[in-house]
């Protein structure tokens, strides 16, 4: 089943070299196109991709501003959010995933590695690569600790599922999280998956930046 793309870029080029990338790809497609902000959210009301590829930048409504009113309307939260930027990662990805992006790319991707991210947050999964993960936790090292945790939020959690959601906070892959923690691959698939809906998160991303804000794990890596 071919994968439903939304492009949202204000540079034409951009788009139109983003559209014939993608659809190089015989399972995707591109359903639309947006010049900014706001025809990126009407578009994606209107059509309701699988996929939102968001530029960070965008005149109106920025990516973010457009990630968190799709992630808020329940007509459009199943679509999953891939940020573009040709800016400093630092900078931005740390607010792109807590805004409830899946994925998080620069521009200056290969077509491979465009099409691979598409179709890893279609599938549901979160595009988080461990140096991904080490920015985040990064980000989170140079913030002031937050004055008002909440641990909470992972009240509904059993010792074992905090120990998998620590572990997922390390930036840690389901096969080494199994051999840690000396279970199956598939048991912390399990675990994983039932961690995301018990927490009420959409995705693996939004499970690590919820690890470090409840004070589950600490940037230095000390787990609570």
Request: proline share 5%; net charge neutral; glycine share 6%.
């Given at each position: 089943?071919?994968?439903?793309?939304l492009?949202?870029?204000?540079?034409p080029?951009?788009?139109?070299?983003l559209?014939g990338l993608l659809?190089?790809?015989?399972?995707?497609?591109?359903?639309?196109?947006?010049q900014?902000?706001?025809?990126?959210?009407?578009?994606?009301?209107?059509?309701?991709?699988?996929?939102a590829?968001?530029?960070?930048?965008?005149?109106?409504?920025?990516?973010?501003?457009?990630?968190?009113?799709?992630?808020a309307?329940?007509?459009?939260?199943?679509?999953?959010?891939?940020?573009l930027?040709?800016?400093?990662i630092d900078?931005?990805?740390?607010?792109?995933?807590?805004?409830?992006?899946?994925?998080?790319?620069?521009?200056?991707?290969?077509r491979?590695?465009?099409?691979?991210?598409?179709?890893?947050?279609?599938?549901?999964?979160?595009?988080?690569?461990p140096?991904?993960?080490?920015?985040?936790?990064?980000?989170?090292?140079?913030?002031?600790?937050?004055?008002?945790?909440?641990?909470?939020?992972?009240?509904?959690?059993?010792?074992?599922?905090?120990?998998?959601l620590?572990?997922?906070?390390?930036?840690?892959?389901n096969?080494?999280?199994?051999?840690?923690?000396?279970?199956?691959?598939?048991?912390?698939?399990?675990?994983v998956s039932?961690?995301?809906?018990k927490?009420?998160?959409?995705?693996?991303?939004?499970?690590?930046?919820l690890?470090?804000e409840?004070?589950?794990?600490?940037?230095?890596?000390a787990t609570?």
């Amino acid at each position: 089943m071919s994968v439903r793309v939304l492009v949202a870029d204000d540079q034409p080029l951009v788009r139109s070299g983003l559209r014939g990338l993608l659809e190089r790809d015989g399972d995707i497609t591109v359903v639309a196109e947006a010049q900014d902000g706001g025809e990126a959210l009407r578009l994606a009301r209107l059509t309701r991709p699988d996929v939102a590829l968001l530029d960070i930048r965008m005149p109106h409504l920025d990516g973010l501003v457009v990630t968190r009113e799709l992630a808020a309307d329940p007509a459009t939260a199943a679509v999953r959010v891939i940020v573009l930027t040709t800016f400093d990662i630092d900078a931005y990805i740390f607010e792109a995933l807590r805004s409830g992006a899946s994925g998080f790319l620069a521009k200056t991707v290969s077509r491979q590695e465009l099409c691979r991210a598409v179709h890893v947050v279609a599938e549901g999964e979160a595009l988080l690569s461990p140096s991904v993960t080490r920015t985040v936790i990064a980000e989170l090292a140079r913030r002031p600790t937050p004055p008002h945790r909440s641990p909470e939020r992972l009240a509904p959690l059993t010792a074992r599922e905090k120990e998998v959601l620590a572990s997922v906070a390390t930036g840690l892959s389901n096969a080494e999280i199994a051999q840690a923690l000396r279970m199956s691959p598939l048991t912390v698939k399990t675990h994983v998956s039932r961690v995301i809906t018990k927490l009420g998160v959409r995705d693996r991303t939004q499970l690590v930046v919820l690890a470090y804000e409840t004070g589950l794990v600490t940037p230095g890596g000390a787990t609570q």
